[in-house]
């Protein structure tokens, strides 16, 4: 039974350990944490973001706020929560990608000055969510869907860190290599988002088309985000890691949109 109890001290650590790294929620100061398993619970910390979302977006829309500037609000909320984290990773990213010579990509990457491109990626971004967003106008819909997208783009990130080489020898990125070593760490994250359309279906057996639409959207387009950066730059770092997030994200909700109504 103390065994028992120690490890579930130890995972929870663990994820206490994963939020404080991938968002900004105030929690107490715990000394001593261990960072190097914190990708292991990346799509657990997704969901949580999406939950706090979906709560902010049923607040903002008892409050009456159109549609419009509600979602805008829903997106702002989400660069808060995470602190910009994935997106400074796209951004970087993409400065790094319009670079002609790839000897010197992952040198562009480095600068914290972000580029023209960078800038541009954003914003493509946070159109794509926000306009996404505006057509997912059935409430149920919605909030379903702005949590498995915080999932998905995290299961995503475990999958580029699982099948890609690293390319940095060191960087905020390189411990997640520690965490994901084999497929069977990826599915505790699958098997959670999983569970979510399957939640969906005793809701509503009808919506099963919808259910599974979710699951196949979100394992295509998260193992194709990371299949691409690899192919681009011959591996991943830290910065394409929230480059797949983002784009993962972006994308699940520009496809969900077909079951807005």
């Not at 968002?23 to 949580?48: M, N, R, S």
């Not at 970087?92 to 790839?102: E, H, K, Q, S």
């Not at 159109?127 to 996404?132: D, H, I, Q, S, Y």
């Not at 069977?184 to 399957?198: E, T, V, Y």
Request: net charge neutral; charged share 15%.
């Amino acid at each position: 039974m103390r065994k028992i109890l120690q490890w579930w001290q130890k995972r929870l650590l663990h994820f206490i350990a994963s939020v404080i790294f991938y968002t900004t929620i105030p929690l107490p100061y715990i000394k001593d944490l261990d960072f190097t398993q914190v990708a292991c619970f990346a799509p657990i910390v997704g969901l949580l973001i999406g939950a706090i979302l979906i709560l902010g977006d049923i607040g903002i829309y008892y409050l009456g706020i159109p549609l419009e500037t509600r979602s805008a609000l829903v997106v702002g909320i989400w660069i808060v929560i995470t602190g910009g984290l994935h997106l400074d990773g796209a951004m970087d990213t993409a400065d790094g990608l319009a670079v002609n010579d790839p000897s010197r990509r992952l040198q562009v990457m480095t600068d914290s000055a972000t580029g023209a491109f960078g800038a541009m990626a954003a914003i493509a971004i946070l159109l794509l969510k926000t306009t996404a967003l505006i057509d997912l106008d059935s409430l149920e819909n919605r909030e379903v869907i702005l949590g498995a997208a915080c999932g998905w783009g995290r299961w995503g990130q475990q999958v580029a860190i699982l099948y890609y080489p690293y390319l940095k020898p060191s960087g905020k990125g390189a411990i997640h290599k520690q965490a994901i070593r084999c497929d069977r760490d990826l599915l505790p994250g699958f098997f959670l988002l999983l569970s979510l359309s399957g939640i969906v279906l005793l809701v509503n057996p009808q919506k099963l088309a919808f259910a599974t639409s979710m699951i196949v959207a979100g394992v295509t387009i998260a193992s194709s985000t990371s299949a691409w950066f690899h192919h681009k730059l011959g591996g991943h770092t830290g910065d394409t890691y929230g480059a797949v997030v983002e784009w993962t994200e972006a994308l699940f909700l520009c496809f969900m949109t077909i079951f807005s109504r």
